[in-house]
């Protein structure tokens, strides 16, 4: 069995031996803990009930109450679904982390606490820390995996678009249309720094008008569904347009490109996507995946390592060489934390030495100032 599919716990596996009341608080713990998340963290019922097994299967293994666990407990069960079962490493980190959060919930929890502290004269301590957790792949490994690209290289990519657009015309390919689509697409998604599931999730109804920027038109955001966190669904974001170039093309697609799409008889009219595919229909992340492979070829850039994702790391990238405040950015990208924008940052040794430049001369002058 292929590791990626191995399950550490087992619904009917989980037999609890410890005294009754102390199995009651346990139940009155998980079933709190459950109301919370699926209540005021509106996290999913299949991710509630995913951690509450796993959580379930950590007493079972120890055999404790959970205010009687210790770190020495969590450390035999991560061996066990380790080495013994042969979980796989990020699924191992995921189970460690439900752990985590239960314990955080009734650490936290000042009713639970008097409880234990009441019944037992214990403090409900956490078990999981950093230090004993896999840690994550480390965040500059991860983005060197979704290098940025560089101002040349983004030129190379649109230019190339431009390049197949003409060719295309000239003889009458079919790929006239397509390419013409891929260009707003792309250079939509580099400017509002869209995954690629986000940019295939708009609709016509997804962009509205920024009384602050009149000249752009009906495009001055775009209403964005992006991925939640720690089980919560997807969360809606406003993502601003701040590039004066995109609206027009966005227009142009609108009026010129996309009612192409919906001319064939199978098509219906009423379609609500944003960007289509030939069949007329939603643009789909696997379709995205294929243009966007076809032009890196058209550029010369298939051997780079670019993916569509990468566009979001670029306009990371070249938001910071130009001045862009972290906190913008980390907005703009939906973001919870600036320090997992940062790692989106891929400024090259010219930016870094201008950076330093800058700083060096002005500690020079400010102290020929005070002499």
């Given at each position: 069995m292929s590791r990626?599919?191995?399950h550490v716990v087992d619904s009917s596996s989980f037999e609890l031996n410890i005294p009754e009341a102390e199995l009651e608080l346990m139940e009155e713990m998980i079933s709190a803990y459950?109301?919370?998340?699926?209540?005021?963290?509106?996290?999913?019922?299949?991710s509630v009930s995913s951690d509450t097994a796993v959580i379930r299967s950590f007493l079972t293994f120890i055999q404790k109450a959970p205010?009687?666990?210790?770190t020495d407990d969590f450390d035999a069960w991560c061996y066990q679904i380790g080495r013994e079962q042969k979980v796989a490493t990020n699924s191992q980190r995921k189970y460690q982390s439900a752990v985590q959060g239960f314990y955080r919930y009734i650490v936290d929890n000042v009713k639970f606490q008097a409880a234990v502290l009441d019944r037992y004269n214990l403090r409900i301590i956490q078990l999981v820390t950093e230090e004993n957790k896999i840690p994550h792949v480390h965040e500059r490994q991860r983005t060197n995996e979704r290098p940025a690209f560089t101002h040349q290289d983004f030129e190379?990519?649109?230019g190339a678009i431009d390049v197949q657009i003409v060719e295309a015309y000239k003889f009458n390919s079919k790929e006239f249309l397509a390419l013409q689509r891929d260009k707003v697409m792309f250079y939509s998604m580099y400017v509002m720094a869209l995954r690629n599931s986000e940019c295939c999730d708009l609709n016509l109804?997804?962009?509205?008008s920024n009384p602050n920027l009149p000249e752009f038109g009906d495009y001055g955001f775009a209403s964005v569904w992006g991925k939640g966190s720690k089980g919560s669904g997807p969360k809606q974001r406003a993502v601003a347009i701040d590039h004066a170039d995109l609206p027009p093309l966005l227009d142009w697609y609108v009026n010129d490109i996309r009612p192409q799409y919906l001319q064939k008889p199978h098509c219906d009219p009423n379609e609500e996507a944003f960007f289509l595919t030939e069949r007329g229909s939603r643009m789909k992340s696997g379709s995205l995946n294929y243009r966007f492979k076809k032009i890196l070829g058209y550029a010369g850039l298939s051997e780079k390592g670019f993916v569509p994702h990468c566009l979001r790391h670029t306009f990371t990238t070249h938001a910071s060489s130009a001045g862009m405040s972290l906190e913008y950015s980390k907005i703009k990208l939906g973001h919870e934390y600036a320090a997992t924008t940062q790692t989106y940052t891929h400024c090259g040794d010219e930016f870094v030495n201008r950076e330093a430049v800058r700083y060096a001369q002005s500690i020079i002058n400010r102290l020929s100032d005070d002499e």
């Open positions: 990626k599919h191995l459950e109301v919370r998340r699926l209540g005021s963290r509106n996290h999913k019922q299949k205010w009687n666990a210790t190379s990519f649109i109804s997804s962009f509205r």
